[in-house]
Nanobody, 115 residues
Framework: QVQLVESGGGLVQPGGSLRLSCAASRNIFIITTMAWYRQAPGQQRELVADITTGGSTNYADSVKGRFTISRDNAKNTVYLQMNSLKFEDTAVYYC?????????WGQGTQVTVSS
């Protein structure tokens, strides 16, 4: 069964760091662009960052310079390192794999930034 499994969310103070992980089935990881999205209460889901199979990255303006997306092809895992977290980063973070019409979502992991 093809699936994505996220981990690493939690509660952190402003200015703190978290690292999210998303493990993917081998048969999709090597051919898909991987991405992290987030959705805050009452808001639409938005792209945070993505990374192609070749390693090219793209970031939302709101996280540039603070978040880093990376992938480990040997471990079939994509990461999101989040530094200098702000209150407005609070959301459910979703892992996504896509290629053409193929589009798969993880179950989401909560990130809460609070003092």
């Amino acid at each position: 069964q093809v699936q994505l499994v996220e981990s690493g969310g939690g509660l952190v103070q402003p200015g703190g760091s978290l690292r999210l992980s998303c493990a993917a089935s081998r048969n999709i990881f090597i051919i898909t662009t991987m991405a992290w999205y987030r959705q805050a209460p009452g808001q639409q889901r938005e792209l945070v960052a993505d990374i192609t199979t070749g390693g090219s990255t793209n970031y939302a303006d709101s996280v540039k310079g603070r978040f880093t997306i990376s992938r480990d092809n040997a471990k079939n895992t994509v990461y999101l390192q989040m530094n200098s977290l702000k209150f407005e980063d609070t959301a459910v973070y979703y892992c996504n794999a896509r290629r053409g019409t193929f589009n798969l979502w993880g179950q989401g992991t909560q990130v809460t930034v609070s003092s």
